[in-house]
């Protein structure tokens, strides 16, 4: 879909922009997570997430592991991945108490790049 660059950024890349503008106004009914788990607890940051809107596409949301750049595309939420010994990636509904719950519910511009600081 498009990268959307960090702070020391010059701004968001215009296929980004555009996806993210059409999103204003729209409520975010539900986020999903991809979070590293370990003796069935969670064991790490989220390392992706997936902003579901109200009657839109559901945007995965990504870094690019130098905490400079996110990812911002079109895609529905895989599945778990078994690391047989060092744990699991779980996919599953944002915890209560986590700081993107507070965005659910919220209409106007929620922007991936402010949601993933609050990581």
Known sequence: ??????????GFKA????????LRGQ????V?????WFDNAANGEVSRFWLHFRDRPIYC??????????????GEPGGAVDRERYGQMRVHPVASGHPL??????????????AWTVL
């Open 27 to 30: 409520p975010l009914d539900a």
């Open 1 to 10: 879909m498009g990268d959307v660059p960090g702070r020391r950024g010059s």
């Open 15 to 22: 296929e980004a922009e555009t996806v993210l503008a059409s």
């Open 32 to 36: 999903t997570v991809y979070q590293h």
């Open 101 to 114: 719950t507070g965005l659910i519910g919220r209409k106007g511009s929620v922007n991936p790049w402010v």
């Open 61 to 74: 949301v990504s870094g690019d592991g130098s905490g400079q750049r996110l990812h911002v595309r079109l």
